[in-house]
């Protein structure tokens, strides 16, 4: 159990445009899921907590309108970079919590390469 | 942000050796995980540990949540080369209700045969 999705897993896209990522729990319910940033040989980098049905709450120097994350549902959740540059290339993770546990599940990742 | 000591960096050790890392934090918490991460993949949950002195093993992998709420290890034994990968630390704080994490800046663990 506690698989988490992404997709998708590779990205490449010009500058200017936008790119939606999506985060799936496949087998559980996820009220919370966690948006991450991780650069080459770093650790993770929490970008956002999203909650289902209402507004993410977003770390310290991210820009919530660059980075728009909608929960729609209880297994889904959405980052979307809007007009990416190249310095939004990055890897990006997303993860859910299982129930009232701390226990946070991962997705595979998201690759986005911005030209 | 990340408020985890992490040690150590890194770790070049011979396949059937132990390896052991830990984790140190400067406030209290109430949840300890340990995850693996493979290049270009997502981090996955080893070992998750939820009370002060507990002791979880996962195969040859041991983990145990610190006495004084602020620090945890992680032991390998007899590794193997598919144990090569960065290995991460996470707490929850007790402070906080959004089950946010803090990361360690991982371990990484390299296995010659």
């Known amino acids: 159990g506690a698989v988490v999705s992404q997709h998708p897993s590779r990205v490449i896209c010009k500058s200017g445009t936008s790119v939606k990522i999506e985060c799936r729990s496949l087998?559980?319910?996820?009220?919370?899921m966690f948006w991450y940033r991780q650069f080459p040989k770093k650790s993770l980098m929490l970008m956002a907590t999203s909650n289902e049905g209402s507004k993410a709450t977003y770390e310290q120097g991210v820009e919530k309108d660059k980075f728009l994350i909608n929960h729609a549902s209880l297994t889904l959740s959405t980052l979307t970079v809007t007009s990416a540059h190249p310095e939004d290339s990055s890897f990006y993770i997303c993860s859910a919590r299982r129930g009232g546990r701390n226990e946070q599940f991962f997705g595979p990742g998201t690759r986005l390469t911005v030209l | 942000g990340q408020q985890l000591n992490q040690s150590p960096q890194s770790m070049f050790i011979q396949e059937g050796e132990d390896v052991s890392m830990n984790c140190t934090s400067s406030?209290?918490?109430?949840?300890w995980l340990w995850y693996k991460q493979d290049p270009g993949e997502g981090p996955v949950l080893l070992i998750a540990?939820?009370?002060?002195?507990e002791l979880t093993s996962n195969g040859r992998l041991t983990a145990q949540f610190g006495i004084t709420r602020k620090d945890s290890f992680l032991n390998i034994s007899a590794s193997i080369p598919s144990d090569v990968g960065i290995y991460f630390c996470?707490?929850?704080?007790?402070?906080?209700?959004?089950?946010?994490?803090?990361f360690g800046a991982g371990t990484q663990v390299v296995v010659t045969p």
């Open positions: 406030s209290i918490f109430n949840t």
């Open positions: 540990l939820y009370k002060a002195g």
């Open positions: 087998d559980f319910q996820a009220t919370t």
């Open positions: 996470a707490g929850h704080e007790s402070t906080d209700s959004w089950g946010k994490l803090q």
